[in-house]
């Protein structure tokens, strides 16, 4: 499941309804539920497995009258008292001791008569492949969860990306290099490979530097910087991609010089079209285009394939930008229209 569809489903299970996210290192999986925890108003309490031993579950024993009780932590007391989202990260990470201990927060939402604010929701999220070393689930734990298998695409890190402030040049980098997102296949311990959080540490890390991507030349830092976070391979190609980015065409290439850029935007390949595309649908969602730009646009988008026509004319129409949808309506919709019935009429015949 990609993130746009776990972060719509996900707020309208049942809050007594355990969720656990599976996926590898480093693509959000906090995040989406921190993301998740705010759009409902909730405050997250975060609690990581691997750090626990089953006394941090259960809490300290205490003798009243001459009776032992175990006194519940603060954090598993606020989340009785009060409506939460409590995450249990890093769960298979957890001893064998700390997840028998889990399950009854799982199943009963309570623990040792300690029950859970009625709207409060349990979720948890693992690392699951043959490559991590941690404990296996076994069906009586499993089957407490609503449980998906997240595969976020590369566009949900983008959106992810443009939303969050990442640096335009190297989201741009991803968006032409995608295959340099994250590392698959068979990995080996102790190298360095890129992930969409390395990606995003790499990216706080230029910025508390002082590192300006956009600048002529490349920065002294940049390739050191990057090998340290994203590993060899990505980071040498990521060096050569801002040492020619001067050279890569922007959003105003299209938008406000067409006449002038349309011979050498004519020659790029597919790829890189479709990234020129990529940079007019995010512009879009901030931009409110001129008559002048929406006319350039569509000059651009009549000289590429039908397929890639129809589909950034689909996806200006997710981004809301009433103006720009009705601008590019006037102008391509209806050559779209005839094209999407064309094609209808030769498939029924």
Known sequence: MDIKTAIAIIPQLPARQAIMI?????????????????????????????????????GLPELTDGVTRFCPPDWFM????????????????????VLNTAMQITLDFELNGNKLHPETRVYAAINASAEYSVN?????????????????TVEDWL????????????????????GHLRAKGQLEPGKVYPSQRSWDK??????????????PGVPDVLYSLSIG????????TFRDFVKNYENILSVEDVIDNWKKNKTKIGKLSADKQNALLDKLINHCKSNTWTDD?????????????????ISFFNKVMETNGLQNIRGLHKRIGSEIIKTISAASAVKTK
């Open 22 to 58: 599976r996926g590898p290192h480093g693509i959000g999986k906090s995040q989406i539920f921190a993301q998740i925890a705010e759009g409902l108003g909730l405050q997250m309490v975060d609690r990581r497995l691997s750090q626990m031993t089953e006394g941090d579950l259960l």
């Open 78 to 97: 606020d989340c009785c008292k009060n409506p939460r989202v409590l995450l249990l990260d890093e769960f298979n990470r957890g001893t064998p001791e």
């Open 136 to 152: 296996e689930l076994d069906p009586a734990q499993s089957d407490r969860f609503w449980t998906i298998d997240l595969e976020p």
């Open 159 to 178: 959106n992810w990306a443009t939303d969050n402030g990442v640096d335009a040049v190297l989201v741009d980098f991803i968006r032409q290099n995608p």
């Open 202 to 215: 790499l990216n706080q890390a230029m910025k508390r530097i002082g590192v300006d991507l956009a600048a």
């Open 229 to 236: 976070f994203v590993g060899l391979e990505a980071a040498i």
């Open 293 to 309: 730009q929406l006319d350039n646009i569509a000059a651009f988008s009549k000289s590429i394939s039908q397929e890639m026509t």
